[in-house]
T-cell receptor
Framework: ETGVTQSPTHLIKTRGQQVTLRCSSQ?????VSWYQQALGQGPQFIFQ???????GRGNFPPRFSGLQFPNYSSELNVNALELDDSALYLC?????????????FGPGTRLTVT | KNEVEQSPQNLTAQEGEFITINCSYS?????LHWLQQHPGGGIVSLFM???GKKKHGRLIATINIQEKHSSLHITASHPRDSAVYIC?????????????FGTGTRLTIIP
């Protein structure tokens, strides 16, 4: 049990729609990262938030955006969904004071775009 | 070429066998993680290493920083060890907690 939860567990959307995925971290985990994992691949870094500000971004277009809230929850928003956005989306939070090395992963949200 | 390479991609073994999964990386790192992912997706962090060796139960992880190589060993393997094992590194050239992942090793232990 990592203490990180994600919702929803599964989601089916149509191409062109918008989606919001949610992640709830443990109290005090002020850094959250989002990853996209396509089938059969390792996770790819989307972006990271630290104290509610974006703190690094991978090779994802601007239609992938995020928010982090003071209550240690965060959101990943994807606009204009494409078929290739079908993947498992993982969030991971970091406990401060550990040198940034202890990451706790959520169970993921599986998004299917049809 | 990926920054993190794992071998083998797939591994099938009999229950009780000693298992070794390898990870090589090409960038400077501040830490390396071994993660376990079961069907359904959830990822569990097994180890975080920056040097040397760590042991937890039947699992042992080693890292050689000079050779940019790490191994995950499982002793007395059991069918419940069947999962995808992923190596991930934290590059030193990023000022954040970004992890770069390998594509994983799918381990199947046959009773």
């Amino acid at each position: 049990e990592t203490g990180v939860t994600q919702s929803p567990t599964h989601l089916i959307k149509t191409r062109g729609q918008q989606v919001t995925l949610r992640c709830s971290s443990q109290s005090g985990h002020n850094t959250v990262s989002w990853y996209q994992q396509a089938l059969g691949q390792g996770p790819q870094f989307i972006f990271q938030y630290y104290r509610e500000e974006e703190n690094g971004r991978g090779n994802f277009p601007p239609r992938f955006s995020g928010l982090q809230f003071p209550n240690y929850s965060s959101e990943l928003n994807v606009n204009a969904l494409e078929l290739d956005d079908s993947a498992l989306y993982l969030c991971a939070s970091t406990r401060p004071g550990t040198g940034g090395n202890e990451q706790y992963f959520g169970p993921g949200t599986r998004l299917t775009v049809t | 070429k990926n920054e993190v390479e794992q071998s083998p991609q797939n591994l099938t073994a009999q229950e009780g066998e000693f298992i070794t999964i390898n990870c090589s990386y090409s960038v400077g790192i501040s830490a390396l993680h071994w993660l376990q992912q079961h069907p359904g997706g959830g990822i569990v962090s097994l180890f975080m290493l920056s040097s040397g060796k760590k042991k937890h139960g039947r699992l042992i992880a080693t890292i050689n920083i000079q050779e940019k190589h790490s191994s995950l060993h499982i002793t007395a393997s059991h069918p419940r060890d069947s999962a995808v094992y992923i190596c991930a590194v934290r590059p030193t050239n990023f000022g954040n907690e970004k992890l770069t992942f390998g594509t994983g090793t799918r381990l199947t232990i046959i009773p």
